[in-house]
């Protein structure tokens, strides 16, 4: 140390000296926490200068000072206004609800044609129509000729459906595969239905926003414009069947509270169980967000599935269903059915459910699944439903016995349901369809075409390039308007057409919502329709749908609303405004930004959804006007480094084809020439994005003049420049030629958080929105790949005004070499102040350790190469710890409710493969060939065949990936505090680090003593832990219950209804030829 060498008078005076810096150290100590080993003067200095260094590059190639004082030179010339976020809510919803009605419009004329073309039509049952098969169209034999029901059908990639090759002129239909597409009913329902084509091309002529549009028969088949041919799976089979659609359930009937009864009594053995489980799982196939449900499993005794939800219905959400589903496997056959008990429990709950009033209050039933029934059981009908049958019974007989047929039909004759047999697994589905018709028939009676609106749900055909699409659909109910048939009450089917959501984006305004504001809508059940939050995807390459992206509830994103204020308050369709603090996280949830939100809300008429706008505080409050001339901006814009969001809507392409090959920047120039009075345009938006194209565009000549000017050694690691405004507008520079960028795909479609999107501002303009003006904020983007790929991003906003109240204008940055940005790290580190040259410390030294991290605690500099991108803690827990603890740092809770957590499955139950139906009818297929050999009893040779299939699933064993709940940290450094010293004991051996704040930046100096083995403090990681729920837990949040909206109309009854149309034993026949095909498929396995 320097004390030694200044030991030179005497001994004494030495040790005199030793005691007096003994005597401060120790006061340090105390004070600071830390044996101070490391000079806190030195490290300063080498913040300071790698400091001002960075700044001095970074504002240099993006060319900040410049851009601040040309916004500083129009400061007189614009407006600052405050945004009236209720103002604003109020007028995008008028905006949808206008969109809305168009494509409700659209389906009205539909149902219309449809309605008028089946009143023309008579039915003829030696009908012979060649129509378009959606499977067999241009398909031909062996000699070159077309296949029936197939022929030429001209087929044209159209980019409006992603470049999917379609027909605009004509439909196709597309039958299910287990039924037979030249049947009498079907081919008649075609026939009159070819009347649809001229009205879906008159709707995509009138709206060629439109896409799908489509008639789903009450038959089985679908109707689809534009046509596009279908191709089966590998099995050979389309499993699509339009009935079993949401869009169709929702549209045919009323909300419905239904209890499911299942005979577990001995004789429902083997394959009967089976049928009987697949028929539960097909019911709740049939029920949507709107309806309410229990499955009661019954012998001598009663067994609620889900024993936590005794004496309770549920709603029908996938969640629920899934869970019903994996109860159902759990089912065992014994004992004597004792049916009287279970129909005595089922009326008992129904009633006592529906005067909670937390059910649909609407359609009532009771599902029964069962093999047979000793009595009539009138005494129990006579007490509970007689005579207003207001819950309609809906027998399922299982098996081929017909001894109890009469009694099952009686009872639903006797309670306005409907009886089916099921004799195989093939027979499930179309038998269990059977009930939806029974509980249209009122509806159709009052012939009230009620528009209904789905939840948000994945569409896989129309890929957009990152994944399926997200869809809602608008259906109408089709009906017999035939006076003859009027008290039957008969559903023709329903009609729909898919709007992506996308659309929706479409309509609102992003740079009225500022850099962190978003919009985002809900249904009645408080779903998510859309938000910026919402991840329905999954996967890395081609993305998966999540099981329960569809009901992904508000609170589960806006989770900092923990009494649900905001979520009630729009489910119940109220107009208003709500205040909270928020943590949003930002870059693949790992930093987070802290803000205060503002939330406005109003519902969107003539829809079941309410819309909301949140808007953060400061500056994301306010907008500002600027004003040049069309000459002016038209002359900036056109400038080849300017380009506008790809998702914004500066001009509507879509309303006309002959706009659809417009870029953006062209639609402006048309729309300003005057020429094209269809072309319609967004008048402010165009205006601020002139003006923003007239303030940046010396930065264009800023650009080219450092490029040209740029030495040999100068600075050669920045390659990009580029800058984004609040209308969307960015200007890129390349300092280097394309093929040299490090990370190519930066300002990119491919990097999706970098970019404009219908929903957000990019990452980089956000993180340096929350800066201090005038600093730079330094990023080592996640997605960089390996070590001669990695970047850094440098990036500042400009400021409109010098106030805190002053918009954010633009944003700036450049990317540079993470290697360059390095080495500038390593030379600053090497200063020190001493005079004859000699530093007392530096990061070359062997016992210490020097960092870069950033304001969220990542290392963007380390002497172990390997940690960059690492959150500091996994490098030094010992350290982070103890910033936590001094303040210098502190973590925030994050919660995760739409995770995925890896789970092991040793095996997979054979009951629960069964419930996929094409696996089931596989199944079906073996036990029909199992009885033709040997003719022995219907669970015999089936049970060894479908045992051995079972066993080799149970060997198997995989891991797979299920929805779970998670908490997370992040962490964010505390701006007050720019510098800190600490002390670690490590085993009595002290580890002393000191951190220092880089001038104009979000980043820290940590210098870390590594002489001490701190191996015993565990690191400190990021990892997401899943929230784990005990049983009673579980319980209580299946029997929440949160608030909801039924839906405005109801169809239980009408008194013209008739009820002696209850059902029989036969369905339509499956082809001869499918047959065939599926018996054939499930022998190859063996």
Same mark, same amino acid.
């Given at each position: 140390m320097q004390v030694d060498r200044s030991c030179v008078v005497s001994s004494a005076w030495c040790a005199c000296l030793l005691l007096l810096f003994s005597t401060l150290s120790t006061r340090v100590t105390g004070v600071g926490g830390t044996h101070q080993s490391i000079p806190p003067s030195v490290v300063k200095l080498w913040a300071s200068a790698f400091g001002g260094e960075m700044k001095s590059i970074s504002a240099k190639y993006s060319g900040s000072q410049l851009l601040q004082k040309k916004y500083k030179e129009f400061e007189r010339a614009v407006r600052v206004e405050e945004i009236d976020g209720l103002r604003l809510v109020k007028r995008l919803a008028e905006d949808m609800e206008e969109m809305f009605h168009k494509k409700a419009q659209a389906m009205k004329r539909l149902v219309e044609a449809a309605e008028e073309a089946h009143l023309q039509h008579e039915e003829d049952p030696n009908l012979q129509y060649e129509y378009f098969n959606a499977v067999l169209i241009n398909e031909v034999d062996e000699e070159g000729n077309s296949v029936e029901l197939g022929g030429e059908f001209i087929l044209q990639p159209n980019d409006h459906f992603n470049n999917l090759s379609v027909n605009l002129s004509l439909s196709v239909v597309q039958v299910p595969t287990n039924m037979y597409n030249k049947d009498s009913a079907i081919v008649n329902g075609v026939y009159w239905s070819e009347a649809l084509n001229k009205v879906f091309v008159d709707n995509f002529e009138r709206d060629p926003s439109l896409i799908w549009q489509y008639f789903g028969s009450a038959k089985g088949f679908f109707r689809q414009y534009p046509g596009i041919k279908w191709k089966p799976d590998e099995h050979g089979v389309i499993a699509f069947d339009c009935r079993n659609r949401k869009w169709y359930i929702q549209a045919a009937t009323s909300p419905k509270d239904v209890v499911i009864l299942v005979d577990v009594s001995g004789s429902m053995k083997g394959l009967r169980l089976t049928i009987a489980r697949q028929t539960v799982s097909s019911i709740l196939d049939t029920l949507g967000d709107d309806d309410f449900f229990n499955i009661i499993a019954y012998n001598e005794e009663l067994h609620y599935v889900e024993p936590c939800l005794n004496g309770t219905l549920v709603q029908a959400d996938v969640t629920n269903k899934d869970h019903f589903r994996e109860h159902l496997d759990k089912l065992f056959a014994q004992g004597i059915g004792m049916l009287d008990i279970a129909l005595t429990e089922a009326f008992n709950l129904l009633s006592d459910f529906n005067e909670t009033g937390r059910g649909s209050e609407c359609s009532q039933a009771i599902m029964l699944v069962t093999d047979g029934a000793v009595d009539t059981y009138d005494a129990i009908f006579a007490k509970y439903n007689w005579p207003d049958r207001k819950v309609r019974i809906f027998?399922?007989? *299982?098996?081929?016995?017909?001894?109890?047929?009469?009694?099952?039909?009686?009872?639903?004759?006797? $309670?306005?349901?409907?009886?089916?047999? *099921?004799?195989?697994?093939?027979?499930?589905?179309?038998?269990?369809?059977?009930?939806?018709?029974? %509980?249209?028939?009122?509806?159709?009676?009052?012939?009230?075409?009620?528009?209904?609106?789905?939840?948000?749900?994945?569409? /896989?055909?129309?890929?957009?390039?990152?994944?399926?699409? &997200?869809?809602?659909?608008?259906?109408?109910?089709?009906?017999?308007?035939? $006076?003859?048939?009027?008290?039957?009450? @008969? &559903?023709?089917?329903?009609?729909?057409?898919?709007?992506?959501? /996308?659309?929706?984006?479409?309509?609102?305004?992003?740079?009225?919502?500022?850099?962190?504001?978003?919009?985002?809508? @809900?249904?009645?059940?408080?779903? *998510?329709?859309? !938000?910026?939050? #919402?991840?329905? %995807?999954?996967?890395?390459?081609?993305?998966?749908?999540?099981?329960?992206?569809? =009901?992904?509830? %508000? /609170?589960?994103?806006?989770?900092?609303?923990?009494?649900?204020?905001?979520?009630?308050?729009?489910?119940?369709?109220?107009?208003?405004?709500? /205040?909270?603090?928020?943590?949003?996280?930002?870059?693949?949830?790992?930093?987070?930004?802290?803000?205060?939100?503002?939330?406005?809300?109003?519902?969107?008429?003539?829809?079941?959804?309410?819309?909301?706008?949140?808007? =953060?505080?400061?500056?994301?409050?306010?907008?500002?006007?600027?004003?040049?001339?069309?000459?002016?901006?038209?002359?900036?814009?056109? !400038?080849?480094?300017?380009?506008?969001?790809?998702?914004?809507?500066?001009?509507?392409?879509?309303?006309?084809?002959?706009?659809?090959?417009? =870029?953006? *920047?062209?639609?402006?120039?048309?729309?300003?020439?005057?020429?094209?009075? !269809?072309?319609?345009?967004?008048?402010? &938006?165009?205006?601020?994005?002139?003006?923003?194209?007239?303030?940046?565009?010396?930065?264009?000549?800023?650009?080219?003049? %450092?490029? #040209?000017?740029?030495?040999?050694n100068s600075d050669k690691g920045v390659e990009i420049a580029y800058l984004g405004t609040r209308t969307g507008l960015s200007r890129i520079n390349l300092f280097v030629v394309p093929d040299e960028l490090t990370n190519q795909d930066f300002l990119t479609a491919e990097d999706k958080e970098g970019v404009f999107n219908a929903d957000h501002f990019p990452l980089w303009y956000k993180r340096a929105a929350e800066q201090v003006p005038g600093t730079f904020v330094y990023s080592l983007p996640f997605n960089t790949g390996s070590e001669n790929k990695s970047v850094v991003l440098a990036s500042t906003a400009i400021q409109l005004l010098d106030e805190r109240k002053s918009p954010i204008a633009a944003a700036v940055g450049i990317q540079m070499k993470l290697e360059f940005f390095q080495k500038k790290f390593w030379t600053a580190s090497r200063q020190c102040a001493a005079l004859d040259g000699k530093c007392s410390i530096s990061c070359d030294d062997e016992n210490i350790n020097c960092y870069l991290i950033d304001n969220n605690g990542f290392v963007l500099v380390a002497e172990d190469y390997t940690l960059t991108g690492k959150f500091f803690g996994e490098a030094e827990g010992a350290v982070m710890s103890k910033l936590l603890q001094m303040g210098s740092f502190k973590r925030v809770t994050l919660y995760d409710y739409q995770a995925l957590c890896w789970v092991y499955s040793e095996s997979s139950d054979s009951g629960h493969t069964l419930l996929d139906p094409y696996f089931a009818f596989f199944s079906a297929m073996k036990w029909i060939l199992t009885e033709l050999v040997i003719f022995l009893v219907e669970f015999n040779l089936y049970s060894w065949w479908h045992s051995d299939l079972t066993a080799k699933a149970q060997r198997m064993g995989r891991t797979m990936q299920v929805p779970c709940d998670t908490e997370y940290p992040a962490f964010i450094s505390e701006r007050t505090i720019k510098e800190n010293t600490g002390n670690l004991d490590c085993d009595g051996c002290i580890k002393s680090f000191v951190i220092q704040q880089i001038p104009s930046s979000n980043l820290f100096m940590v210098v870390v003593d590594n002489k001490c083995d701190c191996s015993m403090f565990e690191p400190i990681t990021m990892d997401p832990i899943e929230i784990m729920y005990n049983e009673s837990l579980k319980c209580e949040r299946l029997k929440m219950q949160k608030d909801r909206r039924r839906p405005d109309t109801c169809h239980p009854f009408h008194p013209e209804e008739n009820s002696m149309e209850c059902g029989g034993a036969v369905g339509l026949t499956p082809s001869l030829t499918a047959t065939l095909i599926c018996v054939l498929l499930a022998l190859l396995p063996r």
């Open positions: 027998p399922y007989l *299982i098996g081929r016995e017909s001894a109890f047929a009469d009694n099952l039909k009686w009872m639903a004759c006797a $309670n306005k349901g409907y009886f089916t047999q *099921i004799s195989t697994l093939a027979d499930v589905q179309e038998n269990v369809m059977e009930y939806l018709h029974v %509980l249209s028939r009122p509806k159709v009676i009052d012939q009230e075409h009620d528009t209904v609106w789905t939840e948000a749900y994945i569409d /896989s055909t129309l890929d957009d390039g990152q994944g399926p699409v &997200l869809m809602t659909t608008v259906a109408m109910p089709v009906f017999s308007t035939k $006076n003859e048939t009027r008290n039957r009450g @008969i &559903l023709l089917g329903v009609v729909g057409t898919d709007v992506p959501v /996308s659309e929706l984006l479409k309509t609102i305004p992003k740079y009225k919502l500022g850099i962190h504001g978003y919009a985002f809508a @809900i249904t009645n059940n408080g779903y *998510i329709l859309t !938000h910026p939050d #919402l991840r329905p %995807l999954y996967g890395d390459g081609k993305k998966r749908r999540k099981p329960n992206y569809s =009901s992904v509830d %508000l /609170s589960e994103v806006e989770w900092e609303d923990k009494d649900d204020t905001l979520r009630n308050a729009m489910v119940n369709r109220k107009t208003g405004t709500f /205040s909270m603090e928020v943590k949003k996280s930002v870059d693949k949830g790992k930093r987070v930004l802290v803000l205060h939100n503002d939330y406005y809300y109003t519902d969107i008429k003539g829809t079941p959804f309410s819309l909301g706008v949140a808007l =953060s505080r400061g500056h994301g409050k306010f907008f500002f006007r600027g004003n040049v001339t069309v000459e002016e901006g038209l002359h900036d814009l056109e !400038h080849p480094d300017v380009a506008l969001a790809d998702e914004w809507t500066y001009c509507n392409t879509d309303e006309h084809p002959e706009h659809r090959y417009l =870029s953006q *920047i062209e639609a402006i120039k048309l729309y300003l020439s005057g020429y094209e009075p !269809h072309l319609q345009c967004d008048k402010e &938006l165009i205006q601020e994005v002139l003006f923003d194209a007239v303030v940046t565009a010396p930065l264009e000549a800023y650009w080219t003049s %450092l490029v #040209l000017n740029k030495s040999e």
